[in-house]
T-cell receptor, first 112, second 113 residues
Protein backbone atom coordinates (compact mmCIF):
# COMPACT_ATOMS: atom_id res chain seq x y z
CA UNK A 1 0.00 0.00 0.00
CA UNK A 2 0.87 3.66 -0.10
CA UNK A 3 3.50 4.99 2.27
CA UNK A 4 3.97 8.68 2.97
CA UNK A 5 7.18 9.87 4.61
CA UNK A 6 7.37 13.28 6.19
CA UNK A 7 11.01 14.23 6.38
CA UNK A 8 11.12 16.84 9.11
CA UNK A 9 9.77 15.72 12.47
CA UNK A 10 10.42 19.18 13.95
CA UNK A 11 11.16 22.55 12.38
CA UNK A 12 11.92 25.89 14.01
CA UNK A 13 11.92 29.16 12.11
CA UNK A 14 12.05 32.82 13.08
CA UNK A 15 8.93 34.88 12.61
CA UNK A 16 8.88 36.32 9.10
CA UNK A 17 11.07 33.59 7.62
CA UNK A 18 9.79 30.81 5.35
CA UNK A 19 9.18 27.23 6.47
CA UNK A 20 9.35 24.23 4.15
CA UNK A 21 8.01 20.77 4.95
CA UNK A 22 8.80 17.91 2.61
CA UNK A 23 6.96 14.65 1.96
CA UNK A 24 7.56 11.69 -0.32
CA UNK A 25 5.11 9.00 -1.38
CA UNK A 26 5.45 5.56 -2.94
CA UNK A 27 2.34 4.88 -5.00
CA UNK A 28 2.56 6.30 -8.52
CA UNK A 29 -1.24 6.11 -8.70
CA UNK A 30 -1.61 8.75 -5.97
CA UNK A 31 -3.13 11.92 -7.37
CA UNK A 32 -4.50 13.91 -4.44
CA UNK A 33 -2.22 15.51 -1.84
CA UNK A 34 -3.79 17.51 0.99
CA UNK A 35 -2.14 19.20 3.96
CA UNK A 36 -3.70 19.44 7.40
CA UNK A 37 -2.81 21.51 10.45
CA UNK A 38 -3.31 20.41 14.05
CA UNK A 39 -3.18 22.92 16.88
CA UNK A 40 -2.57 21.77 20.43
CA UNK A 41 -5.41 19.64 21.79
CA UNK A 42 -7.52 19.96 18.67
CA UNK A 43 -8.45 17.95 15.62
CA UNK A 44 -6.90 18.42 12.23
CA UNK A 45 -8.12 21.04 9.82
CA UNK A 46 -7.53 21.34 6.12
CA UNK A 47 -5.12 24.01 4.91
CA UNK A 48 -4.39 23.38 1.23
CA UNK A 49 -4.26 20.60 -1.34
CA UNK A 50 -2.82 19.87 -4.77
CA UNK A 51 -3.90 17.43 -7.43
CA UNK A 52 -1.63 15.68 -9.88
CA UNK A 53 -2.74 17.72 -12.89
CA UNK A 54 -0.76 20.73 -11.61
CA UNK A 55 2.68 21.15 -10.06
CA UNK A 56 2.14 24.32 -8.04
CA UNK A 57 -0.71 25.82 -6.06
CA UNK A 58 -0.81 28.92 -3.88
CA UNK A 59 -3.28 30.14 -1.31
CA UNK A 60 -2.19 33.36 0.36
CA UNK A 61 1.02 32.54 2.30
CA UNK A 62 0.85 28.80 1.53
CA UNK A 63 2.46 27.25 -1.54
CA UNK A 64 2.36 23.56 -2.41
CA UNK A 65 4.76 22.06 -4.95
CA UNK A 66 4.38 18.62 -6.51
CA UNK A 67 7.16 16.72 -8.31
CA UNK A 68 5.54 13.59 -9.71
CA UNK A 69 8.78 12.22 -11.14
CA UNK A 70 10.44 12.28 -7.74
CA UNK A 71 7.18 11.39 -5.94
CA UNK A 72 7.72 14.36 -3.69
CA UNK A 73 5.54 17.25 -2.54
CA UNK A 74 6.22 20.12 -0.21
CA UNK A 75 4.45 22.84 1.77
CA UNK A 76 6.01 26.29 1.85
CA UNK A 77 4.75 28.78 4.42
CA UNK A 78 6.01 32.27 3.66
CA UNK A 79 6.28 35.20 6.10
CA UNK A 80 5.61 32.90 9.05
CA UNK A 81 3.64 34.13 12.06
CA UNK A 82 3.47 32.72 15.60
CA UNK A 83 -0.04 31.39 14.89
CA UNK A 84 1.47 29.13 12.22
CA UNK A 85 3.00 27.07 15.06
CA UNK A 86 1.29 23.67 14.96
CA UNK A 87 1.73 20.12 13.72
CA UNK A 88 1.42 19.81 9.95
CA UNK A 89 0.46 16.55 8.25
CA UNK A 90 0.83 15.71 4.59
CA UNK A 91 -1.31 12.98 3.04
CA UNK A 92 -1.85 11.18 -0.24
CA UNK A 93 -4.71 9.32 -1.90
CA UNK A 94 -5.31 7.79 -5.28
CA UNK A 95 -7.92 9.36 -7.51
CA UNK A 96 -11.45 8.27 -6.88
CA UNK A 97 -11.09 7.47 -3.22
CA UNK A 98 -10.58 9.33 0.02
CA UNK A 99 -8.53 6.73 1.85
CA UNK A 100 -5.84 9.15 2.84
CA UNK A 101 -2.43 7.89 3.94
CA UNK A 102 -0.91 10.42 6.32
CA UNK A 103 2.69 11.29 7.03
CA UNK A 104 3.99 11.24 10.59
CA UNK A 105 3.60 14.98 11.15
CA UNK A 106 5.99 17.93 11.48
CA UNK A 107 5.98 20.10 14.59
CA UNK A 108 6.52 23.66 13.37
CA UNK A 109 7.60 26.28 15.89
CA UNK A 110 7.68 29.91 14.83
CA UNK A 111 9.89 31.89 17.18
CA UNK A 112 8.88 35.54 17.66
CA UNK B 1 -22.30 25.73 11.83
CA UNK B 2 -20.23 22.93 10.25
CA UNK B 3 -19.12 20.66 13.02
CA UNK B 4 -17.96 17.17 13.86
CA UNK B 5 -18.58 16.37 17.51
CA UNK B 6 -16.94 13.55 19.40
CA UNK B 7 -17.91 12.17 22.78
CA UNK B 8 -16.39 11.69 25.24
CA UNK B 9 -13.19 13.80 25.09
CA UNK B 10 -11.38 11.60 27.62
CA UNK B 11 -12.03 8.01 28.60
CA UNK B 12 -10.27 5.56 30.90
CA UNK B 13 -11.16 1.89 30.69
CA UNK B 14 -9.77 -1.36 32.06
CA UNK B 15 -8.46 -4.08 29.78
CA UNK B 16 -11.32 -6.34 28.69
CA UNK B 17 -14.04 -3.70 29.04
CA UNK B 18 -16.16 -2.62 26.10
CA UNK B 19 -15.69 0.86 24.72
CA UNK B 20 -18.08 3.00 22.69
CA UNK B 21 -16.87 6.17 20.99
CA UNK B 22 -19.48 8.36 19.38
CA UNK B 23 -19.29 10.85 16.57
CA UNK B 24 -21.83 13.20 15.06
CA UNK B 25 -21.80 15.65 12.17
CA UNK B 26 -24.27 18.33 11.16
CA UNK B 27 -23.26 18.73 7.51
CA UNK B 28 -25.22 15.80 5.99
CA UNK B 29 -21.90 14.39 4.80
CA UNK B 30 -22.08 10.99 3.12
CA UNK B 31 -18.70 9.69 4.17
CA UNK B 32 -17.34 9.31 7.69
CA UNK B 33 -14.07 7.97 9.06
CA UNK B 34 -12.40 6.77 12.21
CA UNK B 35 -8.66 7.32 12.62
CA UNK B 36 -6.29 6.75 15.50
CA UNK B 37 -3.28 8.96 16.15
CA UNK B 38 -0.15 7.66 17.82
CA UNK B 39 3.15 9.52 18.30
CA UNK B 40 5.49 9.05 15.35
CA UNK B 41 2.87 7.21 13.29
CA UNK B 42 0.62 9.98 12.07
CA UNK B 43 -3.00 9.02 11.59
CA UNK B 44 -4.07 5.52 10.66
CA UNK B 45 -7.45 4.75 9.11
CA UNK B 46 -9.52 2.24 11.07
CA UNK B 47 -12.84 2.27 9.21
CA UNK B 48 -14.58 4.30 6.55
CA UNK B 49 -18.34 4.55 6.11
CA UNK B 50 -19.81 5.53 2.76
CA UNK B 51 -23.35 5.91 4.09
CA UNK B 52 -25.80 4.22 6.46
CA UNK B 53 -24.87 0.54 6.89
CA UNK B 54 -22.16 0.82 4.22
CA UNK B 55 -18.88 0.41 6.03
CA UNK B 56 -15.46 -0.63 4.83
CA UNK B 57 -12.28 -1.63 6.61
CA UNK B 58 -9.40 0.80 6.63
CA UNK B 59 -5.77 -0.06 7.20
CA UNK B 60 -6.00 -1.24 10.84
CA UNK B 61 -9.53 -2.61 11.50
CA UNK B 62 -8.52 -5.51 13.75
CA UNK B 63 -10.04 -5.19 17.23
CA UNK B 64 -12.59 -2.57 16.15
CA UNK B 65 -16.05 -2.49 14.71
CA UNK B 66 -18.30 0.34 13.65
CA UNK B 67 -21.96 1.20 13.39
CA UNK B 68 -23.70 3.77 11.25
CA UNK B 69 -27.50 3.65 11.51
CA UNK B 70 -28.10 7.33 10.78
CA UNK B 71 -26.16 9.46 8.30
CA UNK B 72 -25.14 11.94 10.99
CA UNK B 73 -23.83 9.40 13.52
CA UNK B 74 -20.89 7.03 13.35
CA UNK B 75 -19.80 4.91 16.31
CA UNK B 76 -16.56 3.05 16.98
CA UNK B 77 -16.78 0.01 19.23
CA UNK B 78 -13.96 -1.82 20.94
CA UNK B 79 -15.13 -5.18 22.22
CA UNK B 80 -12.84 -6.19 25.08
CA UNK B 81 -10.34 -3.34 24.92
CA UNK B 82 -6.62 -4.00 24.94
CA UNK B 83 -3.83 -1.86 26.34
CA UNK B 84 -2.40 -1.34 22.83
CA UNK B 85 -5.63 0.40 21.89
CA UNK B 86 -4.64 3.32 24.10
CA UNK B 87 -4.57 6.19 21.63
CA UNK B 88 -6.26 9.36 20.47
CA UNK B 89 -9.19 8.59 18.20
CA UNK B 90 -10.42 11.03 15.59
CA UNK B 91 -13.65 10.97 13.68
CA UNK B 92 -13.91 12.83 10.39
CA UNK B 93 -16.46 13.39 7.66
CA UNK B 94 -16.43 14.45 4.02
CA UNK B 95 -19.12 15.44 1.55
CA UNK B 96 -18.41 12.46 -0.68
CA UNK B 97 -16.06 9.50 -0.96
CA UNK B 98 -13.38 10.84 -3.27
CA UNK B 99 -10.58 13.36 -2.85
CA UNK B 100 -12.61 15.68 -0.66
CA UNK B 101 -11.72 17.80 2.31
CA UNK B 102 -12.05 15.97 5.62
CA UNK B 103 -13.59 17.71 8.61
CA UNK B 104 -12.24 16.39 11.90
CA UNK B 105 -13.63 16.25 15.40
CA UNK B 106 -11.54 17.23 18.42
CA UNK B 107 -10.66 13.66 19.29
CA UNK B 108 -11.18 11.22 22.15
CA UNK B 109 -8.18 10.33 24.26
CA UNK B 110 -8.68 6.69 25.30
CA UNK B 111 -6.53 5.07 27.96
CA UNK B 112 -6.85 1.32 28.49
CA UNK B 113 -5.31 0.18 31.78
Amino acid sequence: GEKVEQHESTLSVREGDSAVINCTYTDTASSYFPWYKQEAGKGLHFVIDIRSNVDRKQSQRLIVLLDKKAKRFSLHITATQPEDSAIYFCAAATGGNNKLTFGQGTVLSVIP
Amino acid sequence: DMKVTQMPRYLIKRMGENVLLECGQDMSHETMYWYRQDPGLGLQLIYISYDVDSNSEGDIPKGYRVSRKKREHFSLILDSAKTNQTSVYFCASSLGPSAETLYFGSGTRLTVL
